[in-house]
């Protein structure tokens, strides 16, 4: 009797997948909020190739840290200025400023994760900034276009294409060139 009932409950479990009323499977709660699986050295600036402008803001980069800034901000180490992912922009509009050390830089807004996933071949953030809203990326890194810019140590090619999307602006295809910075 009992394989009897737990055949009809199976049954009607089954069945109700099949309408379209059906409610939609709840996301996994059980995922991380922030993840990175690397075996490979992906730190630096992703830079676009051509300019990407969202109203008054300018895309200026991707940040990616290394290994020590995700474990210390996966085990809840986290700062409010910096993270091992974030995404800069410059206000075209500001005057320029002049920093502590000199450099004459416009207003920026840098956008810390509320949501990362960073493998060798994919880079995906989510982040909330009061100037601009909410911020989405989505990338393809190709790993062999990323070594080829880290041999000639900048190189002007291409080494991630995504899509960018700001607030309510509607998305935006972008293709980036790895910098290792200063």
């Known amino acids: 009797m009992r394989n009897l009932i737990g055949l009809a409950v199976g049954l009607a479990l089954l069945a109700s997948c099949d309408r379209p009323d059906a409610p939609a ?16 050295y992906l730190s630096g600036y992703y830079m676009p190739a051509r300019e990407v402008r969202i109203g008054k803001w300018s895309f200026d980069h991707v940040f990616v840290g290394q290994a020590q800034e995700f474990q210390a ?18 206000d075209v509009t500001s005057p320029m400023v002049q920093t502590e050390i000199g450099e004459a830089r416009s207003i920026t807004a840098r956008v810390l994760p509320t949501v990362y996933s960073v493998t060798d071949t994919r880079i995906r953030f989510e982040g909330q900034s009061a100037e601009l809203g909410a911020v989405r990326f989505e990338g393809a890194l190709d790993p062999g276009a990323l070594a080829t810019s880290r041999r ?5 090619g291409v080494v991630v294409t995504g899509t960018l999307t700001v607030g309510e602006a509607p998305p935006r295809n972008v293709e980036l060139r790895w910098w290792g910075g200063d």
């Open 73 to 90: 901000w996966e085990g809840r180490s986290r700062s409010g200025t910096f993270g091992p992912v974030m995404l800069q922009f410059d």
């Open 25 to 40: 499977e709840a996301p996994d709660s059980s995922a991380p909020a922030f993840s990175h699986s690397l075996s490979s």
């Open 152 to 156: 000639n140590l900048g190189d002007e």
